[in-house]
């Protein structure tokens, strides 16, 4: 079955840079997604790549500062620049069956999810 791995999470000055990266093994879907969480907030889609085809969609509050791409047809990376301090969100790594999963990108459309890799940014 799919399994997502993500990595490169970790603390970093403000204004800053972090590349994370998800390593997937088996099938996978047609979107590969990105997602953030703070304690006691739903999941909030960050970007979406299709592996397939590769269209993708980055959230209106990530456009000016992140990207994402495919490194081959198994590895996605979210590109993380100019980074401000923040309450030290968990960035998931995801899945989806579903062909409506970029606009947009919502947790209920993704099937299997990585364990998450934390970002902490220091002023």
């Known amino acids: 079955q799919l399994r997502l791995v993500e990595s490169g999470g970790g603390s970093v000055q403000a204004g800053g840079s972090l590349k994370l990266t998800c390593a997937a093994s088996?099938?996978?879907?047609?979107?590969m997604g990105w997602f953030r969480q703070v304690p006691g907030k739903p999941r909030e889609g960050v970007a979406s790549?299709?592996?397939?085809?590769?269209?993708q969609s980055i959230a209106d509050s990530a456009k000016r500062r992140f990207t994402t791409s495919l490194d081959n047809d198994r590895t996605s990376s979210l590109q993380m620049n100019n980074l401000t301090p923040d309450y030290s969100p968990t960035y998931f790594c995801?899945?989806?069956?579903?062909?409506?999963?970029?606009?947009?990108?919502?947790?209920?459309?993704?099937?299997?999810w990585g364990q998450g890799t934390q970002v902490a940014v220091s002023s």
């Open positions: 995801a899945s989806s069956s579903y062909g409506d999963c970029m606009h947009p990108i919502r947790s209920e459309k993704y099937n299997v």
């Open positions: 088996g099938y996978i879907g047609y979107c």
């Open positions: 790549i299709s592996p397939h085809f590769g269209s």
